[in-house]
């Protein structure tokens, strides 16, 4: 079992639809959670982060986080074409290493 | 402000031979971090260190090592090259590489190794 898994996609969305990303992690000891989103040939920009259970909002984006399910997830509302790239999940046990699940790539239709 | 600097962009080396890549981190970071990011894959952890001290090695052999300097700009070298180690090399930076704090990312430098 991968420590952080994500559906590799690619997730299709019509623009200006309401796109959902997913994310498990297999450590219940992990305490941060982190959003990255990677467009093609460029690096991870970090995007959103969360440490408590609840919604967290930032503009267009919501992170959701569930730590008993052990589950995270991003809500991109009003989709934009901008917005097709590849979001890497990341999660932190420990003080220095961040884990990174694959990757969804979204691809949002004009 | 200028973001987390890496040089060079692109590299290529043949197997065998040595390779240093080089970061700055964001004015006021003391952490850095090193990731190796293979194509279609998520970047995956292979230092951390914050002042000059190594806090962290990811899974990766010896070949690979690392060090941080007095003005918290850090080189990697990888030693005799295989053809795996093709992949975007990334840093990153933090204040102090705590539990909650984020992770920037600098440009990364693209490896070939032939």
């Known amino acids: 079992q991968k420590e952080v898994e994500q559906n590799s996609g690619p997730l299709s969305v019509p623009e200006g639809a309401i796109a959902s990303l997913n994310c498990t992690y297999s450590d219940r000891g992990s305490q941060s959670f982190f959003w990255y989103r990677q467009y093609s040939g460029k690096s991870p920009e970090l995007i959103m982060f969360?440490?408590?259970?609840g919604d967290k909002e930032d503009g267009r984006f919501t992170a959701q986080l569930n730590k008993a399910s052990q589950y995270v997830s991003l809500l991109i509302r009003d989709s934009q074409p901008s917005d097709s790239a590849t979001y890497l999940c990341?999660?932190?046990?420990?003080?220095?290493?961040?884990?990174f699940g694959s990757g969804t790539r979204l691809l949002v239709r004009p | 402000d200028a973001g987390v600097t890496q040089s060079p962009t692109h590299l290529i080396k043949t197997r065998g031979q040595q390779v240093t890549l080089r970061c700055s981190p964001i004015s006021g970071h003391k952490s850095v971090s090193w990731y190796q990011q293979v194509l279609g894959q998520g970047p995956q952890f292979i230092f951390q260190y914050y002042e000059k001290e190594e806090r962290g090695r990811g899974n990766f052999p010896d070949r690979f090592s690392a060090r941080q300097f007095p003005n918290y700009s850090s080189e990697l070298n990888v030693n005799a090259l295989l053809l795996g180690d093709s992949a975007l090399y990334l840093c990153?930076?933090?204040?102090?590489?705590?539990?909650?704090?984020?992770?920037?990312f600098g440009s990364g430098t693209q490896l070939s190794v032939l």
């Open positions: 969360i440490y408590s259970n």
């Open positions: 990341a999660v932190r046990r420990s003080s220095y290493k961040l884990i």
């Open positions: 990153a930076s933090s204040l102090q590489g705590g539990g909650s704090e984020k992770l920037f």
